[in-house]
């Protein structure tokens, strides 16, 4: 997966608890995403981030929070775990060339 | 309504073309993207086309863009069982081209 990498690979929350879904790269490129996939559908984007300190949200940011201290880090706070949050969450990056996104291998949620 | 949107399934046969469409609705994109996601795997990207461009070709791919329309389109040539997964188009916007959106996706199925 391109030197990304997330953790855990796999996470079952209770309701109202709160998390950390970790994710590093290796590869020094300024652009880093996250993203959920829900059962059966496609990607939406939570937040991203140009560059370390830097982030903005995407289009479903609700229920989560960002930070981006460093260019390798990039990490995805729950802080009240809801089961409309159960989903497939998906780490990206790219470089500043603009054309090669890359992803890593997802943590799967399971909010119960 | 959505950004980009995909219809959501497509059935060939083995060794006749597929071809998979996208309509998006931001004139100002940088980068047009087509993803593939097997099951229970992340996302590879396939191929994708600057806004600048009309088609382009890569082995059993060809992306056509019509910009006026704000269509794309990904035809695979000689569809083979192993193309069967679901397939995404993505398209880049905001500022620096950062900002990454996908559609829904569409599943590819081959019969044989």
């Known amino acids: 997966n391109a030197g990304v990498t997330q953790t855990p690979k796999f996470r079952i929350l209770k309701i109202g608890q709160s998390m950390t879904l970790q994710c590093t790269q290796d590869?020094?490129?300024?652009?880093m995403y996250w993203y959920r996939q829900d059962p059966g559908m496609g990607l939406k984007l939570i937040y991203y981030?140009?560059?370390?300190?830097?982030?903005d949200k995407g289009e479903v940011p609700n229920g989560y929070n960002v930070s981006r201290s460093t260019t390798e880090d990039f990490p995805l706070r729950l802080e009240l775990a809801a089961p409309s949050q159960t989903s497939v969450y998906f780490c990206?990056?790219?470089?500043?060339?603009?054309?090669?996104?890359?992803f890593g291998p997802g943590t799967r949620l399971l909010v119960l | 309504g959505e950004d980009v949107e995909q219809s959501l399934f497509l059935s060939v046969r083995e060794g006749d073309s597929s071809v998979i469409n996208c309509t998006y609705t931001?004139?100002?994109?940088?980068?047009l993207y087509w993803y593939k996601q097997e099951p229970g795997a992340g996302l590879q990207l396939l191929t994708y086309?600057?806004?600048?461009?009309d088609m382009k070709q890569d082995q059993r791919l060809t992306v056509l863009l019509n910009k006026k329309d704000k269509h794309l389109s990904l035809r695979i040539a000689d569809t083979q069982t192993g193309d069967s997964a679901i397939y995404f188009c993505?398209?880049?916007?905001?500022?620096?081209?950062?900002?990454?959106?996908f559609g829904s996706g569409t599943r590819l199925s081959i019969r044989p």
């Open positions: 990206a990056i790219k470089g500043d060339s603009q054309e090669t996104q890359y």
């Open positions: 590869m020094n490129h300024n652009y």
């Open positions: 981030s140009v560059g370390a300190g830097i982030t």
């Open positions: 931001d004139s100002s994109s940088t980068y």
């Open positions: 086309i600057f806004s600048n461009m």
């Open positions: 993505a398209e880049s916007k905001g500022s620096s081209a950062s900002k990454i959106i």
